[in-house]
């Protein structure tokens, strides 16, 4: 027997079952935005009944579309993260120079954590709050060949994106441009995490100067050696003092943009 709704190969397809997924995919996404507002207001420790409050409805109905709190987390935290990597990206192509798309990541990172602390817990602490560590992991698929956390895909995505500006002012294999860039990102997410929770305390800078801060950090370090010295062995980098680089010419130096 033929499934309702269901077109066999070759017969058109019913519009009642595409009207159905439309509707099902809105009603996700109202909840996912309802749940948002819930955590912004009660904390990353927000009960399902509170979501389901914020909803408009039962938790019942919530759990049509989710199989439980981690799963929720999960569809919040891909949003969430869709947005950042959004912002990012146009933070770093309408950028003037490689370290002003380094500055401006840095920047919207920040603004964006800082807008809604809770939700960022909410979607980068799961097991914390949704249970332990085991549940989470397999609702997360880690270390079950599902698929990956958002968060985990995301932090790859933006690796990436923060490798396009250092490799563009030096001259390195792309794998040290991605390594730069993945110890940025965490310098980056771990600053912040710092930040929101000392920003109230006395002497701690406000974002806009913590943005000039990281930023600098990040690009007076290898970048700007590298850059002074395009191709150079990058033991003699690091070792200035060593035999290697006591015999090799001084490179002139240059401002980088």
């Not at 997924?21 to 935005?33: F, G, P, T």
């Not at 909410?122 to 085991?134: H, I, K, L, P």
């Not at 079950?144 to 995301?154: E, I, K, S």
């Not at 690796?159 to 990102?185: H, K, M, N, S, Y």
């Amino acid at each position: 027997m033929r499934a309702r709704g269901r077109a066999e190969p070759g017969q058109p397809v019913d519009g009642r079952s595409t009207r159905w997924d439309e509707h099902r995919a809105a009603r996700r996404a109202e909840l996912i935005r309802a749940a948002s507002k819930a955590v912004h207001l009660h904390g990353p420790g927000v009960s399902m009944d509170e979501i389901a409050a914020a909803s408009g409805t039962s938790k019942s109905i919530v759990y049509r579309y989710f199989d439980d709190k981690t799963g929720l987390q999960v569809a919040l935290g891909a949003a969430v993260v869709g947005q950042m990597h959004d912002a990012l990206t146009q933070a770093a192509e309408t950028a003037e120079t490689p370290k002003r798309a380094l500055l401006a990541m840095v920047g919207v990172y920040l603004e964006m954590i800082e807008s809604s602390p809770n939700v960022y817990y909410f979607v980068t602490r799961t097991s914390a709050v949704a249970g332990t560590e085991d549940s989470a992991g397999q609702a997360l698929g880690v270390g079950t060949g599902g698929p990956r956390a958002p968060l985990a895909a995301f932090l790859d995505s933006v690796i990436q994106l923060v490798a396009e500006p250092f490799a563009r002012v030096t001259d390195v294999p792309p794998a040290d441009a991605a390594a730069w860039a993945a110890g940025a990102v965490g310098f980056v997410r771990g600053a912040g995490e710092w930040w929101l929770a000392h920003r109230d305390a006395p002497g701690t800078p406000d974002r806009e100067q913590l943005t000039e801060r990281v930023a600098s950090w990040l690009w007076s370090g290898p970048v700007g050696v590298l850059s002074q010295n395009p191709g150079a062995n990058p033991v003699a980098a690091r070792h200035p003092d060593s035999a290697t680089a006591a015999t090799a010419a001084p490179a002139p130096t240059k401002e980088i943009p």
